[in-house]
């Protein structure tokens, strides 16, 4: 799952030169039309999936940015689906 994220460029990218601090975005190394659809997904998840919206209010909670939920989001919908595929299973919510 963690190569699954990365290929998608889903993973986080620091954007630091010497003394600059800089944000961290996600490093967007992977297809693009890819990343569209979980984008879509994501929000959607975030609203209706149990485990997506506990993630989101978990992270905005310590103060996370909403883009930055939103590609946590994005990498857990990634996630699920690569369990649901590698192990021919139906997705069950983790929390309840």
Do not use: W
Not at 68 to 75: K, N, W
């Amino acid at each position: 799952a963690k190569q699954l994220a990365s290929y998608l460029g889903l993973i986080p990218k620091h954007n630091e030169s010497g003394k600059r601090a800089g944000k961290t975005t996600l490093s967007k190394e992977g297809p693009g039309y890819i990343r569209a659809k979980l984008y879509m997904a994501a929000i959607v998840a975030g609203q209706h999936n149990t485990d997506i919206k506990a993630q989101k209010t978990r992270l905005l909670k310590q103060g996370k940015t909403k883009m930055q939920a939103l590609g946590a989001a994005m990498r857990k919908l990634s996630q699920i689906c690569f369990g649901v595929v590698k192990n021919q299973t139906e997705y069950q919510p983790q929390v309840s």
